[in-house]
């Protein structure tokens, strides 16, 4: 490990901004380029043709904006949620609850806000994190490096609200940047510019940072094992990290979208039990709790009684998410990480929580890839969500497997 020592952090000279290159694995053959080419001509001198592309790259766009990097429509909102470490939520103005979490990351962890440019001439945003020995002495910019894909509705702003996430990470520097269209990250997100992003930081790293290969581990969280799976794929030294993550887009895209038509259609039932708590006395408002609570009319915003509507709900429910999943895969937002784990030949860990109600059992990657007992790690916690910081007790076991 390179190590100096500093007791002020290292800085990276941003004076001149990182341009990214495709990978040659990235660039077509002569062959492609030609049909690529004809496949331009036709499509703008048949119309059709040019109508169905044009349709197609516009409802890809929606999906990923509104679906499956939501962060982009959630990024405009004026209040967000914040959840606290009790589990309760307190309502944030969106503006105020970034801001303190640049402050923290800058004052607190002494990060340096950098921009990249990606091949495709996207600029980036995001944030370099130092961190310390056992001694408390900053690390050298090309010290053991964490790549930290994060997910669905990520920025990394947020990591500066929930400090654990960087604390439980030992002597390893963070590299994060929000996606494409996040924030101040420019342009719209697609898979392929998904794909691009993740490889514009590793070159950031190699290149910029000078980061040795073999010490860079790319760590994703949720829906950001989309790209951890496809860097660790393409660059064989990596290590990789899967934390709590759907074996496959499209399965994933199915429990989750199930859930959340539970609670929407949930909610038309259950709306007169809410107007009543805010609009009703007390004495009233007390009456009607006690009555949904012994008769479990509903439990964490979806129907349980009556049981036939409950199920009915469910039903449709399930028909919506499968449309939507098939949805997904013709729209070219399907992807297998389950297929891809045979092609990740560095170390590798994958992180599964026993009872996550995002990522059920049966969309887990966990149960779905073959693995060694060394590659992986359950999460027992009652108290851990799908959304928490891991502890530092899950981080230290992690990067003892992977540096064994």
Same mark, same amino acid.
């Given at each position: 490990?390179?190590?100096?020592?500093?007791?002020?952090?290292?800085?990276?000279?941003?004076?001149?901004? %990182?341009? #990214?290159?495709?990978?040659?694995?990235?660039?077509?053959?002569?062959?492609?380029? =030609?049909?690529?080419?004809?496949?331009?001509?036709?499509?703008?001198?048949?119309?059709?043709?040019?109508?169905?592309?044009?349709?197609?790259?516009?409802?890809?766009?929606?999906?990923?904006?509104?679906? %499956?990097?939501?962060?982009?429509?959630?990024?405009?909102?004026?209040?967000? @949620?914040? $959840?606290?470490?009790?589990?309760?939520?307190?309502?944030?103005?969106q503006k105020?609850?970034?801001?303190?979490?640049?402050? $923290?990351?800058?004052?607190?962890?002494? *990060?340096?806000?950098?921009?990249?440019?990606?091949?495709?001439?996207?600029?980036?945003?995001?944030?370099?994190?130092?961190?310390?020995? /056992?001694? !408390?002495?900053?690390?050298?910019?090309?010290?053991?490096?964490?790549?930290h894909c994060?997910?669905? !509705?990520?920025?990394?702003?947020?990591?500066?609200?929930?400090?654990?996430a960087i604390?439980?990470?030992?002597?390893?520097?963070?590299?994060?940047?929000?996606?494409?269209?996040?924030?101040?990250?420019?342009?719209?997100?697609?898979?392929?510019?998904? %794909?691009?992003?993740?490889?514009?930081?590793?070159?950031?790293?190699?290149?910029?940072?000078?980061?040795?290969?073999?010490?860079?581990?790319?760590?994703?969280?949720?829906?950001?094992?989309?790209?951890?799976?496809?860097?660790? *794929?393409?660059?064989?030294?990596?290590?990789?990290?899967? @934390?709590?993550?759907?074996?496959? =887009?499209?399965?994933?895209?199915?429990?989750?979208?199930?859930?959340?038509?539970?609670?929407?259609?949930?909610?038309?039932?259950?709306?007169?039990?809410?107007? &009543?708590?805010?609009?009703?006395?007390?004495?009233?408002?007390?009456?009607?709790?006690?009555?949904?609570?012994?008769?479990?009319?509903? =439990?964490?915003?979806?129907?349980?009684?009556? &049981?036939?509507?409950?199920?009915?709900?469910?039903?449709?429910?399930?028909?919506? #998410?499968?449309?939507?999943?098939?949805?997904?895969?013709?729209? /070219?937002?399907?992807?297998?990480?389950?297929?891809?784990?045979?092609?990740?030949?560095?170390?590798?860990?994958?992180?599964?929580?026993?009872?996550?109600?995002?990522?059920?059992?049966?969309?887990?990657?966990?149960?779905?890839?073959?693995?060694?007992?060394?590659?992986?790690?359950? =999460?027992?916690?009652?108290?851990?969500?799908?959304?928490?910081?891991?502890?530092?007790?899950?981080?230290?076991?992690?990067?003892?497997?992977?540096?064994?």
């Amino acid at each position: 490990m390179s190590i100096k020592n500093n007791i002020e952090p290292p800085r990276i000279d941003t004076k001149n901004m %990182f341009e #990214a290159t495709y990978p040659k694995y990235m660039q077509k053959s002569l062959f492609g380029k =030609i049909a690529n080419f004809a496949y331009q001509i036709l499509s703008v001198a048949i119309f059709p043709i040019y109508a169905l592309r044009y349709l197609k790259h516009r409802i890809h766009l929606f999906l990923g904006y509104h679906f %499956f990097v939501p962060s982009q429509s959630y990024s405009k909102k004026e209040n967000i @949620d914040f $959840y606290n470490k009790d589990g309760t939520k307190t309502d944030e103005n969106q503006k105020e609850y970034l801001k303190k979490g640049l402050n $923290y990351l800058k004052y607190s962890f002494k *990060a340096q806000f950098i921009e990249i440019k990606t091949a495709d001439g996207v600029k980036l945003c995001g944030a370099f994190i130092p961190g310390k020995d /056992d001694k !408390g002495r900053y690390l050298s910019l090309n010290a053991p490096l964490i790549i930290h894909c994060l997910g669905q !509705g990520g920025r990394f702003q947020d990591l500066g609200r929930y400090p654990d996430a960087i604390e439980n990470i030992k002597k390893h520097n963070i590299l994060v940047f929000n996606d494409r269209g996040v924030l101040k990250s420019e342009g719209r997100a697609t898979k392929k510019g998904l %794909f691009l992003d993740i490889e514009s930081i590793y070159q950031y790293a190699i290149r910029k940072l000078k980061v040795p290969k073999s010490k860079i581990t790319v760590w994703g969280h949720s829906f950001g094992t989309l790209k951890a799976i496809y860097l660790a *794929a393409k660059h064989k030294k990596i290590k990789s990290i899967y @934390d709590r993550s759907p074996a496959e =887009i499209q399965k994933g895209v199915y429990y989750i979208a199930k859930e959340m038509f539970q609670e929407v259609f949930s909610y038309f039932v259950i709306l007169p039990f809410v107007i &009543i708590e805010k609009m009703a006395s007390q004495r009233v408002v007390d009456k009607v709790v006690n009555f949904v609570t012994k008769h479990k009319i509903y =439990i964490n915003g979806q129907l349980k009684r009556p &049981i036939v509507i409950s199920k009915i709900i469910e039903v449709f429910s399930s028909i919506v #998410a499968f449309v939507l999943s098939i949805i997904t895969v013709s729209f /070219d937002w399907g992807y297998s990480l389950a297929k891809e784990w045979a092609n990740v030949k560095g170390k590798k860990i994958i992180i599964y929580l026993k009872n996550d109600i995002k990522i059920t059992k049966a969309a887990s990657f966990f149960n779905s890839v073959s693995k060694t007992k060394n590659e992986f790690i359950k =999460i027992t916690d009652p108290k851990c969500s799908h959304w928490s910081e891991l502890s530092e007790k899950i981080c230290d076991e992690v990067f003892r497997r992977l540096e064994a």
